[in-house]
């Protein structure tokens, strides 16, 4: 039994009924899943979940489901890592990496929304799913919809690296490349949406997709000991995540797992596309969309779907909003492998980056307990390191040639 | 009457099934308002207190107005006007 009451648009409050569908009628606002929280929290408490597997399904009560899930059911439940070495560095009290980097199967958090978004599809009887994406969702949407039984559609730009398209056409897929940009891209799925009873994860799913990102909020707060922390840095593309996790922290405050809530939540944008962060730096509601221009491709949406709301959950907290350039994020990505152990992609560079320089600034206090959200795997975006790197120390196989090496390097 | 506006299909049936139609030129919200008194309800559809609505996009000749003057940008004879409901999709 599911606990979701209706589909509501989040901009005029009109209700629709549990379906495929993603868009007000009426205003074009977003749809969003409203639950029935009396009755999830007579049944759901720390000690039900703490019995539970460790997956993202632990919190099942919270996701849009009616039956039993059915997809991911070893993903989710990832490491938090106190990051002490980190937090000396950037002089901290307190440092968590919530590291999403070792998410099965597919290394990103996308796995979360698209084993929620890939379960909905079922329950509503679809046997074919699609996406457009340029990465992670695509290498999702493959690899989940492969074990699901699923027939598969992802719709790519044409000009995409072939790291990338190995990742997902390796899971057989339908793989569709389209002569265009993730725009095009966009627009020609939209289309196809409305003509082809297939399920977009990210179009007419969007609702139930987007509750799978509320998981990586709710294992920060278990995995913190059900206190929710001081700050939380999460990166931006739609400013959907940002929004759910924030969601997950309200929803585990009013069903009771947690007692109090005073964080601060920060936004993480990389300069060549920052839409959202340059709204909240200014003060200012409107989004102005942009053309991205940025080694975080993963982060590169130039019109937000999400972004009016994360600004305003960030100045709601009293949170901030930091980009940062191509450079921070790479001295970043290499500041976290070399300092925890932890390869994050670019996107993670940007998070990790932005909190470096939000704590210089004091926006975040160095004596408070503060989270990194890492969303994805740096195995996906090695070529952005290319020439970043130190040399390797290339000898002749003989002692000698090697303790040239150790004499160089001052050992 | 040198404006033309593209209408999507879920404001068609305000429009009586137009894919197309005409307007004078001046500001996006002047026309707004003029699309109003031709398909009374329309407006309400696609702007609140004289704003556009957050998830309804306008473009004047391809470009999206957020990127000109807002709903102060100017329409001249001759301009096509495109609303386009937002996507709430993305996320790549």
């Given at each position: 039994m599911?606990?979701v009451?209706?589909?509501?648009c989040?901009?005029c409050?009109r209700?629709?009924?549990?379906?495929?569908?993603?868009?007000?009628e009426?205003?074009?606002?977003?749809?969003?899943?409203v639950?029935?929280?009396?009755?999830?929290?007579?049944?759901?408490?720390?000690?039900?979940?703490?019995g539970r597997e460790?997956?993202l399904?632990?919190y099942r009560?919270?996701?849009?489901?009616?039956?039993?899930?059915q997809?991911?059911?070893?993903?989710?439940f990832?490491p938090?890592?106190?990051?002490?070495?980190?937090?000396?560095?950037?002089?901290?009290?307190?440092l968590?990496i919530k590291?999403?980097?070792?998410m099965?199967?597919?290394?990103?958090?996308?796995?979360?929304?698209?084993s929620v978004?890939?379960?909905?599809?079922?329950?509503?009887?679809?046997?074919t799913v699609a996406?457009a994406?340029?990465?992670n969702l695509?290498?999702?949407v493959?690899?989940l919809?492969a074990r699901?039984?699923?027939?598969r559609?992802?719709?790519?730009p044409a000009?995409?690296?072939?790291?990338?398209?190995?990742a997902?056409?390796?899971?057989?897929?339908n793989?569709?490349a389209v002569d265009?940009?993730y725009?095009?891209?966009?627009?020609?799925?939209?289309?196809?949406?409305?003509k082809?009873?297939?399920?977009?994860v990210n179009?007419?799913?969007r609702?139930y997709?987007?509750?799978?990102s509320?998981?990586?909020?709710?294992e920060i707060?278990?995995?913190?000991?059900?206190?929710?922390?001081?700050?939380v840095?999460i990166?931006?593309a739609?400013g959907s995540?940002l929004?759910?996790?924030?969601?997950s922290?309200?929803?585990?405050?009013?069903?009771?797992?947690?007692?109090g809530?005073?964080?601060k939540?920060?936004a993480?944008q990389a300069t060549?596309?920052?839409?959202?962060v340059?709204?909240?730096k200014q003060?200012?509601?409107?989004?102005?969309?942009?053309?991205?221009?940025?080694?975080?491709?993963?982060l590169?949406i130039?019109?937000?779907a999400?972004g009016y709301?994360?600004?305003?959950?960030?100045?709601?907290?009293?949170g901030?909003?930091?980009d940062?350039?191509d450079l921070e994020?790479?001295?970043?990505?290499?500041?976290?492998a070399?300092?925890?152990?932890?390869?994050?992609?670019?996107a993670?560079?940007?998070?990790?980056a932005?909190?470096?320089k939000?704590?210089?600034?004091?926006?975040i206090d160095?004596?408070?307990?503060?989270?990194?959200?890492i969303t994805?795997?740096?195995?996906?975006?090695?070529e952005a390191?290319?020439?970043h790197?130190?040399s390797?120390h290339r000898i002749k196989?003989n002692l000698a040639?090697f303790?040239d090496?150790?004499?160089?390097i001052?050992r | 009457?040198?404006?033309?506006v593209r209408?999507?299909?879920?404001?068609?049936?305000i429009?009586?099934?137009?894919?197309e139609?005409?307007?004078?030129p001046?500001?996006v919200i002047d026309?707004?308002q003029?699309?109003e008194?031709?398909f009374?309800g329309?407006?309400?559809r696609?702007?609140?207190g004289?704003?556009?609505?957050?998830?309804v996009?306008?473009?004047?000749?391809?470009e999206?107005?957020r990127?000109?003057?807002?709903e102060?940008?100017?329409?001249k004879?001759?301009?096509e006007?495109s609303?386009?409901?937002a996507?709430?999709?993305?996320?790549?």
């Open positions: 599911g606990y009451k209706a589909l509501r989040r901009e409050s209700e629709y009924p549990v379906e495929p569908i993603y868009v007000c009426f205003c074009f606002g977003p749809l969003e899943v639950y029935d929280y009396d009755g999830i929290g007579k049944v759901l408490n720390r000690e039900t979940i703490e460790k997956n399904w632990r009560e919270l996701l849009p489901i009616d039956g039993e899930p997809v991911g059911l070893s993903s989710g990832t938090l890592l106190k990051a002490d070495n980190l937090a000396k560095v950037l002089g901290v009290r307190e968590f590291d999403d980097t070792v099965h199967p597919t290394l990103s958090f996308k796995d979360r929304v698209v978004a890939l379960t909905k599809a079922m329950e509503f009887g679809f046997d996406c994406s340029t990465g695509a290498h999702s493959s690899a919809g699901s039984g699923l027939k559609f992802v719709f790519i000009t995409l690296e072939q790291s990338k398209i190995t997902s056409i390796v899971y057989s897929p793989l569709i265009g940009n725009d095009d891209v966009n627009r020609l799925c939209s289309e196809i949406a409305n082809y009873k297939w399920a977009f179009i007419n799913i609702p997709y987007a509750e799978g509320k998981t990586l909020g709710l707060l278990e995995q913190l000991g059900w206190k929710a922390p001081d700050n840095v990166p931006c739609s995540l929004t759910k996790i924030w969601k922290f309200k929803e585990a405050k009013m069903i009771g797992l947690l007692d809530l005073e964080t939540v920060f993480a060549g596309c920052s839409p959202i340059t709204a909240i003060g200012v509601e409107v989004i102005r969309p942009v053309k991205p221009d940025t080694l975080a491709k993963s590169a130039g019109n937000p999400d709301y994360a600004g305003a959950i960030v100045r709601e907290t009293g901030a909003g930091e940062v350039s994020l790479i001295e970043a990505i290499k500041l976290l070399a300092t925890e152990g932890v390869f994050a992609e670019t993670g560079g940007v998070t990790l932005a909190a470096k939000l704590i210089a600034s004091g926006k160095r004596d408070s307990r503060t989270v990194v959200c994805g795997n740096g195995l996906k975006t090695q390191l290319a020439g790197t130190a390797v196989p040639s303790e090496v150790l004499n160089a001052g | 009457m040198s404006v033309k209408i999507p299909t879920p404001l068609q049936r429009t009586g099934g137009q894919e139609v005409k307007t004078d001046g500001k026309i707004v003029d699309l008194r031709q009374p329309i407006a309400e696609i702007s609140e004289g704003k556009i609505r957050r998830f996009n306008v473009y004047v000749n391809e999206d107005i990127f000109l003057q807002a102060n940008t100017m329409v004879d001759g301009d006007v609303i386009v409901p996507i709430a999709g993305g996320g790549q």
